[in-house]
């Protein structure tokens, strides 16, 4: 593994690159700020960056500012989708979650059970055309079964 892939594999750094790119003027004190960590710290992390190559800097005025290379901006965009996936994961897995309670609480339920599995077919189905999950399957067959009983 070399330096760059090592860099890249802690927390700041990456919150780092992810805040130049989303930042229109980013500097070392605003970077700071973003990603919570200390100026001194937030130095050493742009100096390593610019070791690697995916950062450079540019002074205007008094100002010093960070700006993504080519690589930087690939490797930023490719961690913010990165980022987008396991924040999409983890959504899916809370509805799935929430999903498997009401189907629960359906099949506790005295009445119409056809009317509580519609909804509930219906959020699967949404679920189903993001991901594909076996948890999908199993609550599926478990609204099949509450609707046969």
């Not at 700071?32 to 100026?39: A, E, G, L, P, R």
Request: hydrophobic content about 40%; charged content about 35%; overall charge positive.
């Amino acid at each position: 593994m070399d330096e760059t892939e090592r860099i890249l594999l802690k927390e700041k750094p990456c919150q780092a690159l992810l805040a130049i790119l989303e930042l229109d003027h980013a500097y070392a004190s605003l970077i700071s700020k973003k990603i919570d960590s200390t100026f001194a710290h937030t130095l050493r992390i742009l100096s390593q960056l610019e070791q690697a190559g995916l950062v450079y800097t540019r002074t205007e005025g008094r100002v010093k500012y960070v700006e993504l290379t080519g690589p930087g901006r690939r490797a930023a965009e490719a961690l913010r989708m990165l980022r987008d996936a396991i924040e999409d994961a983890a959504e899916v897995k809370k509805r799935i979650k929430r999903i498997h309670e009401l189907v629960d609480a359906a099949e506790r339920a005295q009445g119409d059970r056809e009317l509580l599995a519609g909804p509930l077919r219906r959020d699967l189905a949404l679920l189903r055309s993001i991901t594909d999950s076996r948890e999908i399957e199993h609550l599926e067959s478990r609204i099949r079964g509450m609707i046969s009983r």
